[in-house]
């Protein structure tokens, strides 16, 4: 990154006057189309649909966990809503063996001691079993630490309520929950150094780790009536819950349609936890009496994204493509909205947007725009990576480079994903494609007013752009406002319509829509980076 372009990041974050920066419509060697642009605003701020797509895919069809009879009936929603939108080659594309569906009917569950008894909050895991009917043990907790001293335990837990997890301090919380970047943030965003190597490993635990598998392997094996924990954040009464366990010896994900069944599995707010473990220490002895109802979905073990698009009309690059997505799937604690509802609505209204102005034009894209609603984003970016392997690149394995292009790899020009929750575009992580910079910079342009000016060549964590970075394909992800998505609904049970904001997602479909059409009517492909490497040693 030049000394240059630093300056210019730095006078567009801080209105410093350190650079003259120059106006979308001058001294661009990147076109803009200005009219269209304010056509893109005029349509997307003043005749917004993306509220009501949001309401629809949480408040009716949420939540959409993998594999689920509520994710079909979501994915048919959205492939009607296409149609209706007048996209072409609206489908559902099948992927997988996926496994088994779950879904959370009802349950209960209260505390009691010899005094009485009270309510507490908590949620299932997913994939967990069901209980018979109503049922009740007493609480035993475990902390160890070695394997030794777990034999006690042995043959002990059948029928009792496994607490796995020690007390978790809490401190209250002085600062505001939800914030805005701030010139800082993007400064140093602006400013920073591609990072290499590393990926999602995390060095320095693996005997740590490798204990706790074997300590929850050891509760899981001796089938008590249900494990409960209390996760590793959350407080008031929100409850970050994903996944329920089977012991990992026996080979086999639980989402397999003849995976063992598991134990009723709760994740409960740490409050409540923290209060029955406290009563433990004082030798009160405390019960848990709990009924769970689930059923699981066994009649089809494939998956689908949904897929839509306009087609393109341009005679020599018609066939090339242009992509824009966000995963559809969420878990099952809230209704999905930050992760990834939001996400999928900006797409599907950037999608809306852009037919209304390419009717107004009487013209389609000169390349064809397609977009992606992925599912099993949540169990590790299924949907896309299949996706990706199908049309464009074979894989070696994960983290390894392409084994095989095909065809359409060649034709593809660019992925634009959204799944960062309810705040803003500010930007866009250019994954370490610095030569889409003077691009990106003259299509944020007209935006700089919206507070999106920002680019970064880093990337941001995992999510479905890195299927397409994987096999040497441009893929990326915007810069949002982190409202109060990690500390408070990101995979929780309260990540719901009421915490996203209107204008924010009317900005980023915007924002998004303007960068698609640009991409499509550009004469040249995005720019590349170089083919992914085999990692080192």
Do not use: C
């Amino acid at each position: 990154m030049t000394a240059t372009y630093r300056l210019r990041v730095a006078s567009l974050i801080t209105g410093l006057t350190l650079f003259v920066v120059p106006t979308y419509g001058q001294q661009m060697a990147e076109p803009v189309d200005e009219a269209v642009v304010e056509q893109i605003k005029k349509e997307g701020l003043e005749n917004s649909h993306v509220m009501e797509y949001l309401s629809w895919m949480t408040d009716v069809y949420g939540p959409r966990l993998t594999g689920s009879p509520m994710l079909d009936k979501a994915s048919d929603w959205a492939a009607g809503e296409m149609t209706s939108i007048g996209l072409t080659n609206v489908h559902k594309d099948d992927w997988g063996p996926f496994g088994k569906g779950w879904t959370l009917e009802s349950f209960s569950i209260v505390a009691k001691t010899p005094d009485g008894g009270f309510p507490v909050v908590a949620y299932p895991k997913a994939w967990s079993a069901g209980t018979p009917g109503p049922v009740s043990g007493q609480v035993v907790r475990i902390e160890v630490e070695s394997l030794e001293e777990l034999e006690p335990y042995r043959g002990k837990l059948k029928d009792k309520i496994v607490f796995s997890q020690s007390i978790r301090e809490l401190e209250e919380p002085f600062e505001p929950t939800a914030r805005r970047l701030d010139d800082s943030d993007l400064l140093r965003l602006a400013t920073a150094v591609p990072r290499t190597g590393g990926g999602n490993f995390r060095g320095g635990q693996g005997g740590a780790m490798q204990l706790q598998r074997q300590i929850a392997n050891f509760i899981l094996e001796e089938r008590p009536l249900a494990v409960i924990d209390r996760g590793t954040k959350g407080d008031y009464g929100t409850i970050f819950v994903s996944s329920a366990s089977i012991p990992s010896e026996q080979g086999a994900s639980i989402r397999d349609v003849d995976a063992p069944a598991s134990v009723p599995q709760f994740t409960m707010a740490v409050e409540h936890y923290n209060r029955i473990m406290r009563l433990l220490d004082k030798d009160i002895p405390v019960s848990i009496a709990l009924d769970l109802k689930v059923s699981f979905k066994t009649d089809d073990p494939m998956e689908y994204n949904i897929i839509g698009e306009i087609a393109g009309t341009d005679p020599q690059i018609g066939e090339e493509l242009v992509m824009l997505g966000a995963h559809y799937d969420s878990w099952h604690a809230g209704t999905g909205a930050t992760d990834n509802a939001s996400g999928s609505a900006v797409m599907m209204e950037a999608m809306r947007i852009l037919k209304a102005v390419y009717d107004a034009k009487g013209q389609g894209p000169r390349r064809t725009i397609r977009i992606a609603l992925w599912t099993g984003e949540e169990q590790g970016l299924l949907g896309s990576r299949a996706y990706v392997g199908e049309h464009f690149a074979e894989s070696a394995g994960r983290g390894q480079p392409p084994s095989r292009l095909l065809p359409d790899h060649e034709k593809f020009s660019g992925y634009f994903n959204m799944d960062n929750g309810t705040g803003k575009i500010r930007g866009v992580y250019m994954q370490g494609n610095e030569a889409v910079a003077p691009i990106f910079r003259a299509w944020l342009a007209p935006f700089n007013d919206m507070g999106a000016a920002t680019l970064t060549l880093n990337n941001t964590g995992g999510t479905d752009h890195l299927s397409f970075d994987a096999v040497g394909l441009p893929g990326f992800q915007f810069i949002q406002e982190p409202i109060a998505y990690s500390p408070k609904t990101h995979h929780s049970n309260m990540d719901v319509y009421d915490h996203t904001i209107a204008d924010d997602l009317k900005q980023a479909a915007t924002i998004i829509a303007s960068f698609v059409y640009h991409t499509a009517q550009r004469d040249e492909k995005l720019p590349r980076k170089p083919m992914p490497a085999p990692p080192g040693p």
